[in-house]
DNA sequence: GTAGGTTACTGATGCGCTTAAGTAACGAGC
DNA sequence: GCTCGTTACTTAAGCGCATCAGTAACCTAC
């Protein structure tokens, strides 16, 4: 491997401008406690941009002792397509602060997070649930700081919706619940969480726990699961999510079941299309764009050294109401 | 910013092992050319387990001048939860050759793409569809390979996606197209490439250019969108990708239309919900976990000097025939 | 008029690592 | 018995930047 040709350095810039190297780094940091003239200031900014400079993030991060790297740990597989309004929040906001996002998807095979944290050095990991303490061990001595959306006090998010779906459900009158797990093992733990939720709510309404089957994303099978809550006299069902909640009404249609007299469904994470389905989809939203950006002040609150004070409810979890229950 | 608390170096484990750092280098990798007993290797890496010891991306990058960093730009609103199928098989790949994945959400205000590559070094850029040149060059200059899914010669990907779903409708005997276009602003410039693909096979056909709808997700006005759409004589209509295609199922639902009698209707992406459509959706579905595997060896023969040698057809979509066309 | 302060810089050092160059110890070959 | 080559290391330099400790020039105050 050959090494890549030679590139822009601060070097480069301060010979340009005719100043030292120092002076490049002050300008381009607006180092508190030194004073530079505008004239100079505007040299070196003009230098810049002739050359197109841009400091090299491992340099900056080895003799600073730390980066403006961010990097977010999503979950192994989507939490539907608002986890991009989500990033996206969360990177401008980073921006805002002068921090850079990158983002690294979880749980795969493909390398540990401590590994990814070192390789890119950086200074801040966010996750939205709470990482394993093995993990946040390495990561910390790995010199990262921690931030997550949920308080450690807080219920977990995951349980939180599932509370939200039964409880909303309860209060339509509904005495017998279903859940629909998701076939997919990876998201097992996430569901269990959420039907965990569920339980919680059912007890607290003094009613049998749900009854939870598993689904696969299949017409046939979910229409059968419908028939099996049906003659158990179940009579609303909290889906996984959104995705398999959609199935489920699919299947229902064709077992001659309509949503919501025969069987109430509730979705999760508000995915575009539970606008659009036969009947529009009751669902659980978050305002994601709120989370990114309360967790991007997480980030910035952490690296000053203040503790990271988030708002109770970070992901503020909501009921949206609409035909299928 | 406080600096933060000391962390293992290199030279911490080369005195817990009893040699020197760069022996320790040499170890951690097999530097070629340099013979260590295997007593000292032995030792060394007890030493490296022992003390948790993770080299930092930022100073090796800077002493090797370039890092094991890669940098996959993703587009910026999702191509479906498949994604994630070919992140996390990218991300495999590229581990199993020492490489380190990390991904940016590019179009996102939060901070142009050549900045997060300087900010973490990273040496190659992967992107699924060709950059701006503006962005292509600083990424170059900032010391980065470039790598994509398609070749400059081959059709981009979007414009060949809508060539088959055409292919596909105008085998089955269709004569007249239509199109529907998705509401998100950010999304126009893949739906104009995929339009254009349609509109290319049209032509090769010798039929009608394809009347092309704006359409939300919205179910009374798809139904709206059918009807025009049956007033035109148009029998079929390819969608932009799969949701607007349910959505478009549902409006016609509502609309006393069904598919594909009525109007048939193909989709494209082949998320998990196409299946479990009423009627289950046609749709073009690409090969991810392929394109994965080849994506990073373009990584690794780019990064040897070897010239990226993709495969023709990199994303090698596909026609997927259900009960919708 | 000069001590003391301020402004506007520069020089030197070191972050943690890789790597070229050096070296001591040992065995093989003549 | 001495050289040469190999093995198994070590030493030192330097990557590009941030930052500390200067310092020269100029200004102010008394």
Do not use: Y
């Given at each position: 491997m050959r090494r890549p040709a030679k590139r822009v350095t601060s070097a480069d810039v301060a010979r340009a401008a005719g100043v030292s190297a120092a002076t490049v780094s002050y300008v381009l940091n607006d180092t508190p406690g030194q004073s530079i003239p505008e004239e100079t200031r505007r040299r070196v900014l003009e230098a810049v941009k002739q050359l197109d400079y841009r400091p090299r993030g491992s340099a900056r991060a080895l003799a600073a002792g730390r980066s403006d790297v961010v990097l977010l740990s999503i979950p192994?597989?989507?939490?539907?397509?608002?986890i991009n309004r989500f990033v996206e929040q969360f990177a401008t906001s980073l921006a805002h602060a002068g921090l850079t996002l990158v983002t690294h998807l979880a749980?795969?095979?493909?390398?540990?997070l401590p590994d990814v944290c070192a390789a890119i050095d950086a200074s801040v990991v966010a996750s939205l649930d709470p990482l394993d303490d093995d993990t946040a061990q390495a990561l910390r001595r790995a010199g990262a700081d921690l931030v997550f959306?949920?308080?450690?006090?807080?219920?977990p998010t995951m349980r939180r919706m599932g509370r939200l779906q039964a409880e909303h459900l309860i209060a339509l009158g509904h005495r017998r619940l279903g859940y629909a797990m998701p076939d997919h093992p990876l998201l097992r733990k996430i569901a269990d969480d959420r039907l965990l939720g569920v339980a919680d709510a059912c007890a607290h309404a003094g009613i049998d726990p749900p009854l939870a089957l598993d689904t696969k994303l299949d017409t046939t099978a979910l229409a059968r699961a419908a028939r099996r809550w049906r003659r158990e006299s179940v009579t609303a069902v909290c889906a996984y999510n959104d995705e398999v909640a959609i199935a489920l009404l699919t299947g229902m249609r064709h077992a001659k079941l309509?949503?919501?007299?025969d069987l109430a469904v509730i979705g999760a994470d508000?995915?575009?299309l539970a606008q659009v389905t036969d009947p529009p989809l009751s669902t659980i939203a978050f305002d994601l764009e709120k989370v990114g950006r309360s967790l991007a002040e997480a980030v910035v609150a952490s690296l000053s050294g203040r503790k990271p004070r988030l708002t109770p409810?970070?992901?503020?979890p909501r009921v949206i109401h609409r035909a299928s229950t």
């Open positions: 192994h597989l989507s939490i539907g397509p608002g749980g795969a095979p493909g390398r540990p959306t949920t308080e450690v006090e807080a219920h309509a949503a919501p007299d508000d995915i575009p409810a970070s992901l503020s």
